[in-house]
């Protein structure tokens, strides 16, 4: 089945495609905050409508017990590979909204760039996929390979209802492999391929020094402030240069393999560029290049503290409780398990005598995960790549988490090629998202060729060489 009219087609439609793009960000599709509940819903009842209307069958909602992730499927070739395609639906908080130059479910196209809360992370690839999809049925009435697409609901909180999801329809997610939108691209101007990500982990740590709230003026150099004592322990998880100082965690890390390092150094990187386009302060572990500290070493990171009085003015207060959001970036080999309960022994070593420690919101667990090589996943990429880039492709491996690919690894036996579009300088997670309006034309020439690709390989090969 030729691709390349598929190509074509898309590409006379990239304007249609971008207009679905646009009110699919206008949907204001967050997760992790109940207000957002309507938009949730109303995305889920756009994507139904969308797939639906390609010409997907068996189209519906599956629900693990939190918001349900969207499916629907054309299964006409047998004989062929069966493929799930992968995105999801939910995007971050757009908070801090004053920080917004445009509004953040308003899409906004600047300077060859679209402006919106989820445009990068990940609706822009979740659309070139889908309608990567609707042009084969178009063009061909069919797909080179069978297709499963499923959209999460909770990507962004950790994926904590997709284990379920899994268990409650586990025959009806079986395939071969799975490519997914959500894990983008490395660099603008290298073809990268992505052959792991970091996993996962979280906690809510809590601290709390007295019964109540206390005058400042009374009790001020007198009794512990629980805002210093929690201070004082977040200081301790590393050292003056940046590095783990949690020694459980880190004796317990195997050493990254050769090859890694390899790959690490084989993408052209500019370490003082990627700090400074931050405004940033360079930081992280002596001896590994930051690539490497990026992609195959842990990082923890506080993503929010609080506690005492935070509002207009002033209050002359020791608060007795303060609270931190901690998540651990994990490299390849780690179990989130024994993550967690390293930097939670250690918060405990580490805070002082009366001070009562308690944890909260502990999850998210999911480990790094890696493709081989040889997959026929990375030679189906590989492929495409030469032939869209003139030009071999760098493996690499990604610093963010995509929990599902070492999900549905350990639970379907299932590999994931990770082949989004999104690049790293586009303030994911951050005011002011933006997705590059030319990955979309990118986009739309490479994931038909992908399908075609995977087409040339038996099924069983996805699993002999996972």
Known sequence: MNAEP????????????????????????????PAYAEGMAATRAFLLDWLAEIGLSDV??????????????????????????????????????????????????????????????????????????????????????????????????????????????????QADAMISADGGRASPTEPTINVGARGLAKLELIVRSAEKEMHSGRYGGAVRNALHELAAIIASLHDANGAIAVPALMEALPPPSAQDRRDAAALPFDEAAFVADVGGIAAGEPGYSLRERLTLRPAIDVNGMWGGYTGAGSKTVIPDEARAK???????????????????????????????????????????????????????ATRVLQRVWQRDPVHVRLGATVPITAIFKELLGMDTLMFGLNLPDEDVHAPNEFFHLDSIALGLRSWPLLLQELATFAPEEFRAKG
């Open 6 to 33: 598929v190509v074509d087609h898309l590409l006379q439609r990239h304007d249609a495609v971008l207009d679905r793009l646009t009110a699919f960000l206008r949907l204001p599709s967050v997760s992790t905050d």
């Open 60 to 173: 519906q909602l599956l629900d693990g017990g939190g918001h349900p992730a969207v499916y629907g499927a054309w299964l006409g070739a047998p004989g062929a590979p069966t493929i799930i395609v992968y995105g999801h639906y939910d995007v971050q908080p757009p908070d801090p909204l004053a920080l917004w130059r445009t509004p953040p479910f308003e899409p906004t196209i600047q300077g060859g760039r679209l402006h919106a809360r989820g445009a990068s992370d990940v609706k822009g690839s979740t659309t070139i996929a889908i309608e990567t999809v609707a042009g084969f049925l178009a063009v061909h009435g069919g797909c080179p390979v069978n297709i499963k697409l499923f959209l999460e609901g909770e990507e962004e909180t950790g994926s904590p209802s997709l284990r379920e999801i899994v268990h409650r329809y586990g025959t009806l997610l």
């Open 326 to 380: 901690v998540t651990i970036r994990l490299a390849p080999g780690q179990d989130p398990e024994q993550a967690i309960q390293a930097l939670q022994d250690h918060i405990r070593s580490v805070a002082r005598s009366g001070v009562r420690i308690a944890f909260a919101g502990i999850g998210g667990g999911s480990p790094a995960s890696t493709l081989a090589g040889h997959h026929p996943l990375v030679q189906a």
